[in-house]
């Protein structure tokens, strides 16, 4: 089954804890992107990668990390996490980078508690 | 730049009756526009997408979306709303993969 699996699905934790959220698909896609929703924000993309070692800022980058090392993965860290970071997070993927009207496969997402 | 704007944060609408979710859009080009579902604990759904074909779009679930460049517009319908349509939904807007923006949602209740 085609599919974007995130884990963990939930994670309380506290200020300056490292944490890492994993993301891994199995459609051998191009794009992976990460996102935040926040209530009455909709989704804002964090960063996203075009490809293996491409990656690149989205609208709110501050304070996350992320790696492209294999195609099917796309890690996001937060080295020093803060109450600001907690949030619902999504993460997504495409076929390619450069094609608009691909639409995005979405996880089911990460609910993060930063205390 | 692009954005988009839903112009109604929550919707109510009973079953059986016609559902109406309004978007408009601004681009600097031809965008593809998207609507996406959100069900309680849940990722995002593809619902339908315009990518400069027929201005009108059928989507899953009984869903349309009609793209009206001259309104800007890109209003989500459905002829009669069932239960299981209660969700959030995203109007979208890209003109690249780079730049893929998200409307702040409206949520449908759909009452007996």
């Known amino acids: 089954e085609a599919q974007v699996t995130q884990n963990p699905r939930y994670l309380i934790t506290v200020t300056g804890k490292k944490l890492t959220v994993t993301c891994s698909q199995n459609m051998n896609h191009e794009y992976m992107s990460w996102y935040r929703q926040d209530p009455g924000l909709g989704l804002r993309q964090i960063y996203y990668s075009m490809n293996v070692e491409v990656t690149d800022k989205g609208d709110v980058p501050e304070g996350y990390k992320v790696s492209r090392k294999e195609k099917r993965n796309f890690p996001l860290i937060l080295e020093s996490p803060s109450p600001n970071q907690t949030s619902l997070y999504f993460c997504a993927s495409s076929p390619e980078w450069d094609s608009p009207n691909q639409p995005q496969h979405f996880g089911d997402g990460t609910r993060l508690s930063i205390l | 730049a692009q954005s988009v704007t839903q112009l109604d944060s929550h919707v109510s609408v009973s079953e059986g009756t016609p559902v109406l979710l309004r978007c408009n859009y601004s681009?600097?080009?031809?965008?593809?526009l998207f609507w996406y579902v959100q069900h309680p604990n849940k990722g995002l759904q593809l619902l339908l997408k315009?990518?400069?074909?027929?201005?009108l779009v059928k989507g899953i679930n009984g869903f349309e979306a009609e793209f009206k460049k001259s309104e800007t517009s890109f209003h989500l319908t459905k002829p009669s709303a069932h239960m299981s349509d209660a969700a959030e939904y995203f109007c979208?807007?890209?003109?690249?993969?780079?730049?893929?923006?998200f409307g702040s949602g409206t949520r449908l209740q759909v009452q007996p």
């Open positions: 681009s600097s080009y031809s965008p593809s």
């Open positions: 315009y990518t400069s074909a027929a201005t």
């Open positions: 979208v807007v890209s003109d690249t993969q780079r730049a893929l923006t």
